[in-house]
């Protein structure tokens, strides 16, 4: 069966990659596709090079935002141009390996027709001139457990295929206040997009993390494809790195809200209470702040252990990582070697 999907591709300031991506999206072995682009307001010379694709294929549409929606805005603009089957949501300065359509078709006609699920693949992390850095897996993971593989849907594929229910997933989510997903090499179907509502939710970093852990809560099962079908790329001027370069408390306050705002269907899914949520979200970021002690980073670590004091008092003052923050601040930086060993 040839499933159709939707490439959809957030832009902004991306002049420098995208073109790259737009081109590893034009070389797809398998070509049952359309590709969709939306421009957040860019400064840079991206629009003329969004331009310059319209003729180069037919299934091809952009649009250029008026203003700046915002990341988790500009991601709902691109997911609503969608008509086909099954999203992907692709970075424009990530890439696709030449066969991941291929793979991904091959893998949707192995699962059972009246299954909701929703999956992703490896990936490799490369520079921002494309130079190799890492190779990011299952195993590099804590979510997927090698007692997940499948050995049936492995048999098919010629890979690792790893297989969830999708709320034991969540409660590992949530456990853990993780993601189950790469950004970049998740697929999953548009009536489930609409199901869960989007994006929305003004996420300022991780809106993908709110939006898989609602996805998690509506369907059956999740899968995790061990073969490196994208590429990531990680520089100085994207997400992650952005967050980790200015210490900003954003991330956090994402976090917060991920935690409060877990609705009665996602608890119920994940058979968890809502105090529980809260203490994992407690021992996350008090965890984080050792972490910035042994790194020497005392300001960043205040910051963070502060605001979680600030949100929860009480389960600060109970969960059993307290007490390792309050010693560490203090005597910082004797403690910041003690850390260190703490955490490894």
């Known amino acids: 069966m040839e499933n159709k999907f939707s490439i959809c591709i957030p832009n902004y300031n991306y002049q420098d990659y995208i073109g790259i991506t737009l081109e590893s999206v034009l070389n797809q072995q398998y070509q049952n596709f359309e590709l ?3 421009d957040n307001h860019s400064t840079d010379h991206s629009i003329e090079i969004i331009k310059e694709y319209a003729n180069k294929f037919q299934q091809y549409h952009y649009k250029i935002n008026k203003t700046n929606l915002g990341f988790a805005g500009n991601l709902d603009e691109v997911a609503k141009m969608a008509k086909e089957d099954w999203i992907i949501m692709l970075s424009s300065d990530d890439v696709m390996q030449n066969d991941a359509l291929l793979e991904y078709n091959k893998f949707i006609d192995c699962i059972p027709e009246n299954e909701h699920f929703a999956f992703c693949s490896a990936f490799e992390k490369i520079d921002g001139n494309g130079q190799f850095i890492e190779y990011l897996n299952a195993k590099n993971t804590i979510l997927w457990h090698p007692s997940d593989i499948d050995q049936d849907l492995t048999l098919k594929m010629g890979f690792d295929v790893y297989k969830v229910p999708s709320g034991i997933m969540l409660q590992r989510c949530l456990q853990r206040f993780y993601s189950p997903f790469n950004f970049a090499s998740t697929c999953y179907k548009k009536d489930t997009y609409e199901k869960v509502g989007g994006y929305s939710g003004s996420r300022l970093y991780n809106p993908d993390k709110w ?3 609602k996805i998690l809560a509506e ?3 999740v899968y995790f494809l061990d073969k490196p079908l994208f590429q990531y790329r990680w520089h100085n001027t994207n997400q992650a790195a952005g967050q ?3 210490g900003d408390l954003k991330y ?5 809200r991920n ?9 119920k899914k994940a058979n968890l209470e809502q105090d529980e949520i809260q203490n994992y979200f407690i021992t996350h970021a008090l965890k984080y702040s050792i972490r910035k002690i042994a790194v020497g980073d005392k300001q960043m670590a205040k910051r963070v ?8 008092p009480q389960n600060v ?8 923050n309050w010693i560490g601040l203090v005597l910082f930086p004797i403690s910041k070697y003690l850390c260190r060993k703490f955490i490894k």
Do not use: P
């Open 36 to 38: 969709l682009i939306s």
């Open 259 to 267: 935690c409060f705002e877990c609705t009665a269907q996602m608890r």
């Open 252 to 256: 956090w306050v994402d976090e917060y």
């Open 211 to 213: 939006f898989n852990w």
């Open 305 to 312: 252990y502060h605001f979680a004091k600030a949100c929860y």
């Open 219 to 221: 369907t059956d099962f």
């Open 317 to 324: 003052q109970k969960n059993k990582y307290n007490g390792y």
């Open 244 to 246: 980790l370069a200015t």
